[in-house]
């Protein structure tokens, strides 16, 4: 479920209280189950809340070697010199000129609709590292990118969630290369949750 309303909290006009408010009351009349309910509150409140208060209690939230855990400075600097198969500038990357069709169409999308679906934004995000000659310069890159196109980017949201990709609020995984302990993802976990045919017919659509 998404509700694309983080534009909206962004810029003031509507609360994430009244979220709250209107989600309850909407549970009482049993228009949403409590599962729905619960998915709700947890991105509106919990990991909002947690964006806003990681900003608010660290003022180095935008600066690569400020902004997330001990265990992931060490797994990035053990995968600094890892072999990277596909390096892309951030020119080709704000022009969508990779190799890969999912990250192509999640770039335009930002580019021309201002949004892109939570999902995508991690894929999005983990393959700027996959991709970049350091994970300071993917950092860098993914927020400038993040800042520039996003219609809710320059947001408390946008700094902690680049940062969760970083391992901010995450934990380590399985290493692996390049990623080291950070979470990857790849396009197979895509195709498993979406009909990813369709996503690209529908980026081919808002090109025109
Ligand atoms: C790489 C990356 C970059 C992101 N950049 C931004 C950004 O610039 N601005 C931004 O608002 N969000 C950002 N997010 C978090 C999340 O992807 C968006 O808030 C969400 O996709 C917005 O769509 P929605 O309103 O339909 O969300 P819904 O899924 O309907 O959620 C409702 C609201 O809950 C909040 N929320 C949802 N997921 C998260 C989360 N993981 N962390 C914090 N709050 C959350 C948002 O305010 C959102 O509007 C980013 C995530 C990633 C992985």
């Known amino acids: 479920m998404t509700s694309t309303l983080s534009p909206y909290l962004h810029f003031g006009q509507i609360s994430s209280l009244e979220i709250v408010h209107e989600i309850k ?17 947890e991105q509106v409140f919990v990991r909002r809340e947690l964006a806003f208060n990681f900003v608010y209690y ?28 596909h ?7 704000e022009k969508a000129q990779t190799h890969d069709p ?4 999640a770039m335009q999308e930002m580019i021309l ?6 999902y995508m934004r991690m894929y999005w995000a983990k393959k700027i590292i996959e991709w970049s000659n350091s994970y ?17 980017g320059r947001d ?5 969630s680049v940062a969760w990709n970083y391992g901010r609020h995450d934990r380590a995984w ?15 976990g895509l195709e498993r949750k979406f009909d990813m045919s369709k996503y690209i017919h529908y980026i081919e659509s808002i090109k025109k």
């Open 102 to 105: 999912y990250f192509n169409a």
């Open 113 to 118: 609709s201002g949004y892109m679906h939570n």
């Open 174 to 188: 399985t290493e692996r290369p390049i990623l080291g302990k950070l979470r990857y993802m790849n396009d197979k």
């Open 136 to 152: 300071k310069e993917a950092f860098e890159t993914t927020l400038y990118l993040n800042n520039k196109y996003f219609l809710d």
């Open 58 to 85: 660290n003022h180095q939230y935008d600066q690569f070697e400020h902004m997330t855990e001990p265990w992931a400075y060490i797994t990035m600097e053990q995968h600094q010199d890892d072999y990277r198969p």
């Open 25 to 41: 009351k909407a549970k009482e009349k049993n228009f949403i189950n409590q599962a729905t309910y619960d998915g709700i509150f």
């Open 87 to 93: 390096l892309y500038t951030k020119d080709q990357l």
């Open 156 to 160: 408390p949201n946008s700094y902690t």
